[in-house]
């Protein structure tokens, strides 16, 4: 079974929204309320970039091209940390992949979810 699994992705239209969720049920709640959690984008021909990040203490940091259009949020009952992508641009478009670091340094990554932007 998956450490991370990502849902939510797909295609919206620019100025559009979408939710992107990252479940990680094999995490014990302990894990996952001290984990850092995040999401991660890459784009054709680009490297991994950071979109957002959120921090056991519900800390946040988002990247220079996000902030203020997207919001990362946790449910640590349900394992579960949310994007919410607003007033989406083509630039959004990119496969985003959720990331744990938990208190030990161990680190996870889901598979990816893509996000299409059109004009």
């Known amino acids: 079974q998956e450490q991370l699994v990502e849902s939510g992705g797909g295609l919206a239209q620019a100025g559009g929204s979408l939710r992107l969720s990252c479940k990680a049920p094999?995490?014990?709640?302990?894990?996952?309320?001290?984990?850092?959690m995040g999401w991660y984008r890459q784009a054709p021909d680009k490297e991994r970039a950071l979109v957002a990040t959120i921090s056991g203490g519900r800390t946040t940091e988002y990247g220079d091209s996000v902030k203020g259009r997207f919001t990362i949020s946790k449910d640590n009952a349900k394992r579960t940390v949310y994007l919410q992508m607003n007033n989406l641009e083509p630039d959004d478009t990119a496969v985003y992949y959720c990331?744990?670091?938990?208190?030990?340094?161990?680190?996870?990554w889901g598979h990816g979810t893509q996000v299409t932007v059109s004009s």
């Open positions: 094999r995490f014990i709640l302990s894990t996952f309320s001290g984990a850092t």
């Open positions: 990331s744990a670091v938990t208190a030990s340094g161990a680190r996870y």
